[in-house]
């Protein structure tokens, strides 16, 4: 059916789809058309009718397969008198002759469809050539991606079609960007540090890669000024095989320096862990061996579990090999052979083939060893669990955990087997090493929380020192004291350089008259304030304890009401107990750098690891100008 008298409609809006390139919208009567510019067929073109079923002509229009795109944009351009910019698609076979790649036959097969649709009119707009060459570096550091893709024949056709007229650099220009990147994030770095108002501590860690090459990275923790608890690396440094470990802790110190921060720290936190499972190795193996043996054939396996019926066994659990580089799973696999223990001895009876069995005392090395082991699980799934409450879980949350392994150590040195109490106490003396260092730090900690206070303290003491409780209560009320004076002497010394800041301009004279009763006023009021700021908070009834319960918005809500002491929670709060992750926790495998970085220079690879963290920790708000997305084509005004 033809339509009379026909001419262009008026159109009410700007027709944004794609769909329209395909299309004449005309209107005769009150009703409006759209005319496929291919076949010439009319569908309903009206504003309530949408576009899909414009779509779906195209997808069935036979004659619009073989049309050309460029014949569309031309007949537009004559009808709307206008001269955009149009983007062109770009073939495999064009790229390859412009890199002399070899392109599989399968990849120069383009949709037409796809060529179409995906044509856009940019208009009046200008490309941002270095804004898109510095996304493309930050995406490759933030994502882990190998450098090479650049350099990918797929990658740059898809760059080219997506906007044609971005030049995809090389892998040497890629790694000076990265370069350029990590320096401008690192100076972001440097200006959060230094406008810190607390200290920082210090994490170091060991890293290692299949050639034997060793690494240290350093991390910073602290208390931002909103009371969040923040990490970020500072540097990844690779060893010389030939420093020795004082040329290491130069390094840092190096380090520290470079960063501006010696004067801000506040604590360090090594990396150094102990095993206790050398001690039972032989055991261990032993039920390896035994699992082994089980899980040989399918008879070994049903005549086992006839033997664990007959012991009446009721466990679901099913006998597994554990992996030797994860020590959780090493404890799950003695865990579940401990409940079979009854068929084990029923298959060292009536299974002479069985010759790897375990003795009576065997079994109990091992339960008792088990046993402890689930305490250390336990204590590591609550530090996991901080990990996933947040981020990173603040100090206090550990004096407890540390002080149930403190009693239950105590509790297996007085073991009558002198195979468990010598282990025990070969553990005991490691943990008193770090106990000595670290406890009075973990017991102010957990002073500062406000749920516990010194109670805490005083009910863990008297199950760890009995009769020595007392005098290690009162060298913990001294420490916490003496802490809290330091703080407050270095409080005390800033009314100075305030006041003197203020003496100026046209007030000057008034100022400086005044002078000395500003100090005397600040030094009296500071005295008042600040020898009843610890002690009004020990005073005080302990925060009712709940689950919701976050120490950080406590103090941050606290802050006037303790000034100094504050400041000293701030600081203390933030400070690692440790450089693992949970992820870490039990791996015996340590951390390993991926493959594809130890191929590329420190320099690099420090830009690399760092500028990723760096770009992973940003804020994700909207004022965050370092992740923000920019527009691949700006505007012209």
């Known amino acids: 059916m ?11 809006k700007r027709l944004t789809s ?16 759209a005319i496929c510019v291919h076949c010439q067929k009319k569908l309903s073109g009206s504003c309530n009718s949408g576009t899909t079923h414009l779509r779906n002509h ?23 008198k206008e001269e955009p910019v149009s983007i062109a698609t770009v073939s495999y076979d064009e790229i390859q002759r412009k890199d002399e790649f070899a392109i599989p036959i399968a990849y120069q097969k383009f949709d037409q469809e796809a060529k179409i649709d995906e044509t856009h009119n940019l208009g009046s707009l200008k490309f941002d050539q270095e804004r898109s060459r510095l996304d493309l570096a930050r995406m490759i550091i933030l994502h882990d991606y190998p450098p090479s893709m650049v350099e990918h024949v797929g990658f740059k056709i898809f760059v080219k079609n997506l906007q044609p007229m971005f030049e995809v650099m090389t892998m040497s220009v890629i790694e000076s960007d990265y370069l350029t990147i990590y320096a401008n994030e690192r100076q972001n ?11 920082i501590s210090l994490a170091v860690s060991c890293w290692s890669s299949r050639g034997n090459v060793e690494f240290l990275s350093l991390s910073t923790y602290y208390i931002d000024d909103n009371w969040k608890l923040q990490r970020k690396l500072l540097n990844f440094l690779t060893l010389d095989s030939s420093q020795i470990e004082d040329e290491s802790s130069d390094l840092i110190i190096k380090c520290l320096m470079d960063w501006d921060v010696d004067r801000k720290l506040f604590s360090l936190t090594l990396d150094h862990c102990f095993d206790s499972m050398g001690s039972l190795k032989d055991v261990t193996e032993k039920i390896r061996e035994s699992v082994r043996f089980v899980k040989t054939s399918s008879t070994t396996q049903e005549k086992f579990d006839e033997f664990a019926q007959q012991a009446g066994i009721n466990t679901k659990k099913r006998l597994f090999l554990d992996n030797q580089m994860r020590l959780n799973s090493t404890y799950i696999m003695l865990e579940t052979v401990l409940d079979y223990k009854g068929a084990f001895y029923l298959l060292q009876e009536q299974d002479s083939t069985y010759t790897v069995s375990l003795s009576d005392e065997e079994w109990e090395w091992a339960g008792s060893v088990t046993s402890f082991m689930k305490l250390l699980v336990e204590v590591t799934h609550v530090f996991s669990h901080s990990y996933s409450q947040s981020k990173y879980p603040t100090l206090n949350v550990y004096f407890p955990e540390i002080c149930d392994i403190h009693i239950r150590l105590i509790d297996y040195c007085k073991k009558p087997d002198e195979f468990i109490s010598s282990l025990a106490t070969k553990m005991k003396i490691k943990f008193d090493n ?8 973990l017991a102010i900690a957990a002073i500062l929380d406000p749920r516990f206070k010194m109670k805490l303290v005083e009910y863990y003491y008297k199950q760890i020192y009995d009769t020595e409780a007392p005098d290690r209560i009162q060298q913990v009320s001294e420490g ?20 003197g800041q203020a003496g100026s301009g046209l007030i000057g004279v008034t100022r400086d008259r005044l002078r000395g009763f500003d100090k ?4 009296t009021s500071k005295q008042q304030s600040g020898v009843s700021d610890l002690a009004k908070y020990l005073e005080e009834p302990v925060f009712p304890r709940n689950y919701d319960f976050n120490i950080l918005n406590w103090w941050k809500v606290h802050t006037p009401k303790y000034p100094i002491l504050s400041m000293m929670a701030r600081d203390i709060l933030g400070v690692p107990v440790s450089t693992l992750t949970a992820e870490l926790a039990f791996s015996t495998g340590g951390r390993v750098l991926d493959n594809h970085l130890r191929s590329v220079d420190p320099d690099t690879r420090q830009a690399l690891i760092c500028g990723q963290d760096w770009l992973r920790m940003e804020p994700e708000d909207a004022n965050s100008s370092s992740l923000s997305v920019v527009p691949l084509a700006i505007e012209l005004t």
């Open 58 to 80: 195209l997808m069935r229009c036979l004659k619009r397969l073989n049309f050309d795109v460029t014949q569309i944009l031309a007949a537009k351009r004559k009808r709307r």
């Open 520 to 523: 005397f006023l600040h030094e």
């Open 189 to 199: 770095v440097c200006e959060i540090i230094r406008s810190l108002h607390g200290r």
């Open 2 to 12: 033809e339509i009379q008298n026909e001419s262009p409609a008026k159109k009410p």
């Open 434 to 441: 770090y106990w000595n260092k670290c406890g009075l730090g």
């Open 18 to 33: 794609v769909v329209w390139n395909h299309f004449d919208r005309v209107r005769k009567a009150d009703a409006c058309y």
């Open 480 to 499: 916490i004291q003496e802490l809290f004076n330091d703080y407050y002497s270095v409080d005390q010394a800033s009314p100075d350089d305030v006041v």
